[in-house]
């Protein structure tokens, strides 16, 4: 990411569920420009279906890697209030008390226990990918700054920010796991304050913002999120527009885009995308060279 910014930005596209099907968005792609993103992008999800399924989202992210693409994660997790599965609406995107957060952010409490424990389920599949070799950029508590999802719309250091640093201190600590690439992200909402959410360098490996309120992101977006990062890359970690070629040409500095899943063909004409995959600074599938 550190090598890219400035010179070059890694086209990503985004595969949702079904996990059955994890590389379905990443093939549209390909049928559209003939090129495979520079960057695969799935879910650890959270459907019953689908969670039986990780195992494939998992060998997923290793035929990508092993096919010159870098690999990303994003987690919709459910609440620990309830089970470990459950669906999109009242599940994912649910409200929780503040009592319930603060006793799932407390050590000694059922609710923080709960939450490790489904930490302990998903460090397997991640181990997985250590033991192929495979980083992995790992973007849990996405859009963090908004209000429709459990862990979400909490500023401060006691907040939404103390779940994210919990869990990444349980994963690359207790659980030792050091091929996650920590992202962290907000949606770009004009209320701004994005500060408000950020853990701590010490916690955050790339910045990131979702594009969702506008068609890209504005120059105030760009200076915002880079006044957050300073020298650490930046990232529009979810797009519904692919980026066009003024936006590639004027704010230099992001790192990777990822166009999430439906909205590439839904959004896009195939003349959008095919001139998006072919301007010069966007890189590809075997146009990423690693270290």
């Known amino acids: ?76 997790a459910c609440p620990p209030t309830g089970g470990e599965s459950c669906a999109f609406e009242g599940g994912v995107k649910s409200t929780i008390s503040e009592e319930d957060f603060r006793a799932i952010v407390t050590e000694g409490t059922d609710l923080h226990r709960e939450w490790l424990a489904r930490l302990d389920s998903v460090a397997p599949y991640l181990q997985q990918l250590e033991d192929a070799g495979v980083p992995v950029l790992f973007r849990p508590f996405h859009e963090m700054n908004e209000a429709w999802n459990w862990w979400g719309n909490r500023p401060g250091p006691d907040g939404s920010s103390r779940l994210y640093r919990m869990t990444h201190d349980y994963l690359a600590g207790t659980k030792g796991l050091d091929n996650l690439i920590w992202v962290w992200n907000v949606q770009d909402n004009p209320a701004g304050g994005w500060d408000a959410y950020y853990p701590g360098d010490d916690h955050v490996d790339v910045a990131s913002l979702d594009v969702w309120y506008k068609e890209f992101p504005s120059q105030g977006d760009y200076e915002q999120l880079q006044a957050i990062a300073g020298d650490m890359p930046i990232a529009l970690a979810e797009m519904g527009t692919v980026p066009s070629a003024s936006l590639l040409d004027s704010q230099t500095r992001w790192s990777y885009f990822m166009i999430w899943s439906e909205q590439l063909r839904g959004n896009n004409s195939d003349a959008e995308i095919q001139a998006t995959y072919f301007h010069p600074r966007v890189l590809n599938q075997g146009e990423v060279n690693l270290p």
Do not use: C
């Open 1 to 76: 990411m550190r090598s890219v910014t400035g010179s070059g930005i890694v086209s990503g596209q985004h595969n949702k569920e079904p996990a059955s099907a994890p590389g379905q968005y990443t093939q549209q792609v390909h049928d559209v420009t003939g090129q495979w993103p520079g960057m695969w992008g799935g879910d650890l999800m959270f459907r019953a279906e689908d969670i039986a399924d990780r195992q494939r989202v998992i060998d997923q992210a290793r035929t990508e890697w092993a096919n010159g693409s870098l690999v990303a994660l994003t987690w919709h």
